[in-house]
């Protein structure tokens, strides 16, 4: 019997980052992310190795986008591991539907479950329409 091989599939991705330089257009797909309390919103982002040229820079702003939710923030640490870039940013600002979130907004957003329970609100919002 014959079985034919499925080619692997790239993992989807869970987001996009784009860098904030000048003439920058290139956005890379993150395969995962997480949203962490370190004395302030950080955000950890995975992206393969492969898809990126050269490692971003510490200080250097990045830009993440997923859906209607916008995060720019500073590369704190970036390191190779297991076959991935981990970058670690420091949110700066974020834009969740088309509003800037002020700085007490950004830490509820992002510390104390907002986000969470911003994607079950789109959720819920999606299966009633």
């Not at 904030?20 to 257009?25: C, H, L, V």
Request: net charge positive; aromatic share 8%.
């Amino acid at each position: 019997m014959d079985f034919e091989r499925i080619p692997s599939q790239p993992p989807r991705p869970h987001g996009w980052l784009r860098g904030m330089r000048a003439g920058q257009t290139e956005e890379l797909p993150v395969t995962w992310f997480g949203l962490v309390c370190d004395d302030g919103p950080v955000l950890n982002i995975g992206l393969c190795q492969g898809v990126v040229g050269n490692m971003p820079k510490s200080g250097e702003a990045l830009f993440f986008r997923l859906g209607k939710v916008e995060l720019v923030g500073k590369v704190v640490d970036c390191s190779k591991f297991f076959g991935r870039i981990l970058v670690r940013l420091r949110l700066l600002h974020a834009v969740v539907d088309g509003r800037r979130l002020a700085a007490g907004q950004l830490h509820e957003f992002c510390c104390r479950d907002g986000w969470r329970r911003w994607l079950a609100q789109r959720k819920d919002s999606a299966q009633t329409a």
